[in-house]
């Protein structure tokens, strides 16, 4: 059985698409290291040959040698170095697109997401496999090389080097387990003040508003503060074991030469040996001491792999399904229950009902009645926790969305346009045809309006069309929604933000949608709006409590006549988010 498409495989195939890479680094790192046995063995030989022979041919001919193998070992550095750091790139190429869509698609199952932060953790992951942290990984294998060398010298001082090894593992193990759980702990509270930060930032009109930015400011103190002493607890704790790391590194290298020096009293060893043996102790310890240094960008690194192990563990990829001939609108829904992502309680509860394609259909009913759900399930954003719905018969969770994105329209109660040009928010950020645009805009009936802009089409609108009024924004939206040759058309309060002149204009887009035969849903609790439609369906507590004729509906909402007053059709009340 095939393991490798596995989800809990993803980032661990990710990386192990660079293990030939990892190899060759790993094979540089065996040369690096033995020419780090360069500088003693120079010492040992000027100190017990060149010295003793006092031959200056002798020390030359080291010397260029030496130089040498220095060169080699600056330029096996480099390569090292340019391999990680190409892996890092090409693991970031292979995980970015998937990281990308799982963000969304973890907010539209969860109806909440991990908002940048997968991003930031692959930065994190691709930064750490480009340091000194990693370097210490490849070096540490290599320390029984110099340990064996110690012994080569002389059994004391290969020793003496096993110990000291034991010392510094002991206190890089003391350093993992005193630092993890405060690490941990500090990352997870920042993730979440940085969430809770950025979500009141997007709502600071209405915090400055009333008044409520201090108090904001209060609550986001609290868990950055959190955040400090954790890192302060967890820095303090690393600091103490780095700085006793470096300082017992620094007294084994002076109590080795020690050693040697007892070594050469008793004739078993030459001045140059008791040298070299404390410069090749240095070298072999070196990568436990860089190990303990660089924890803290360790730790963080393992989080990071472990928060996006996660989510590409809950998130699997979507699966790619057969293309399908394009719809033609007819849309039928048969038993819906379904939820907001992340609820329990079902906001629509059996729903039953089809379009034909090419029809009309307003869609009424007081707050709360799950008139929103039923559009995000009709589009398939939301999915049904039980039922079909249909697309010219064809399961709307079935359709690639790449494929079905083209034939929708959907125009949400809450507007988002997005940092570009008005052209590019219509034309959906893809190429911008210029005629399409135009067309979609002069049907939506906001040609004119676009014209008066300062740029026109080319107007730059800024992130979340900042620089448009409510109004403007939902006609743009409309445009955006009828760009192309749409077959469904989902319209949720198009009104909302819209004055008379506006409204007028929405009626006629719709009639236009109309003619076209495009399959229309329209959600309103504003009458004027129905005068377009072909039916109406009520919706009451996630139930289709009536579905007929326009005429038919409404005459069911009309007040009754009274003295003086003339007959006039109901308002639906006002539609909180459903």
């Known amino acids: 059985m095939n393991h490798s498409n596995r989800p809990d495989d993803e980032l661990r195939a990710a990386l192990k698409a660079g293990r030939d890479s990892f190899i060759f680094a790993g094979f540089f790192s065996l040369f690096i290291n033995l020419l780090m046995l360069v500088p003693p063995l120079y010492m040992l030989q000027v100190y017990d040959r060149v010295l003793a022979s006092r031959s200056s041919s002798t020390l030359l001919m080291l010397t260029i040698l030496v130089v040498f193998l220095f060169a080699i070992l600056g330029l096996l550095e480099l390569l090292r170095t340019r391999i990680l750091v190409r892996i890092s790139a090409k693991l ?73 090894a034991i010392l510094l593992l002991v206190l890089a193990t003391a350093n993992e387990l005193t630092t993890r759980k405060p690490l941990g702990q500090a990352n997870g509270v920042s993730i979440a003040a940085r ?3 950025g979500g009141n ?35 303090d704790r690393a600091g103490i074991m780095a700085n006793l790391s470096k300082a017992t590194r620094i007294t084994l290298q002076s109590l080795i030469l020690g050693v040697g020096a007892y070594l050469v009293i008793l004739q078993e060893a030459t001045p140059g040996i008791m040298i070299a043996g404390s410069i090749i102790l ?25 928060r996006l192990h996660d989510l590409l563990l809950a998130i699997p990829k979507r699966p790619r399904f057969m293309s399908l001939p394009a719809p033609d609108g007819s849309l039928m829904l048969d038993g819906v229950v379904a939820a907001p992502p992340g609820a329990q309680t079902p906001v629509l509860r059996g729903v039953r009902f089809d ?18 759900t039923l559009a995000r399930v009709v589009l398939g954003v939301w999915p049904t926790v039980a039922g079909k719905v249909r697309l010219s018969g064809a399961d709307i969770s079935h359709w690639n969305r790449d494929e079905l994105g083209p034939y929708i329209g959907y125009l949400p109660q809450d507007i988002e346009l997005f940092d570009g040009t008005v052209g ?62 749409p077959v469904l058309v989902v319209l949720d309060e198009p009104n909302s933000n819209l004055d008379d002149q506006g409204e007028a204009a929405l009626v006629k887009a719709i009639l236009q949608l109309k003619e076209e035969g495009s399959t229309v849903l329209v959600i309103t609790h ?17 139930l289709v409590q009536s579905i007929g004729p326009r005429d038919q509906i409404l005459a069911q909402f009309a007040r009754p006549t009274a003295v003086a007053a003339q007959p006039k059709p109901q308002a639906f009340p006002s539609q909180a988010a459903s």
């Open 282 to 306: 240095g070298r072999a310890l070196a990568p436990i001491d860089m190990l303990i240094g660089t924890w803290k960008g360790f730790l963080s690194a393992r989080s990071a792999y472990k």
């Open 424 to 485: 590019e928010n219509i034309a959906r950020f893809g190429e911008v045809d210029p005629e399409m645009v135009v067309a979609a805009a002069q049907r939506a009936q906001v040609h004119e309006m676009i014209l008066h802009l300062p740029k026109g089409y080319d107007t730059p609108i800024g992130e979340g069309g900042s620089v448009l009024s409510g109004g403007q924004r939902q006609r743009i939206g409309l445009a955006r929604a009828m760009y192309g040759n």
């Open 201 to 235: 930032l997007r709502n600071a009109e209405a915090l400055e508003a009333m008044g409520m930015i201090q108090r904001v400011h209060a609550r986001w103190s609290e868990r950055h503060h959190e955040v400090l002493r954790l890192q302060a607890l967890a820095s």
């Open 526 to 542: 504003r009458p004027n709006v129905l005068h377009a439609v072909d039916k109406i369906i009520v919706l009451r507590e996630g």
């Open 92 to 164: 970031d190429m292979a995980l970015s697109p998937r990281l990308f869509s799982a963000m969304f698609d973890a907010k539209l199952r969860n109806g909440r997401g991990a908002g940048v932060q997968p991003i930031d953790d692959l930065t994190n992951l691709r930064q750490f496999l480009t340091g000194n942290g990693l370097f210490a990984f490849f070096d540490v294998p290599w320390m029984p090389v110099y340990i064996a060398v110690l012994f080569f010298m002389h059994p004391w001082l290969g020793w003496f080097a096993v110990g000291a």
């Open 195 to 197: 969430n809770y930060l």
């Open 355 to 372: 379009v034909a394609a090419g029809e009309v259909v307003g869609i009424v009913g007081p707050s709360a009645a799950g008139k929103s």
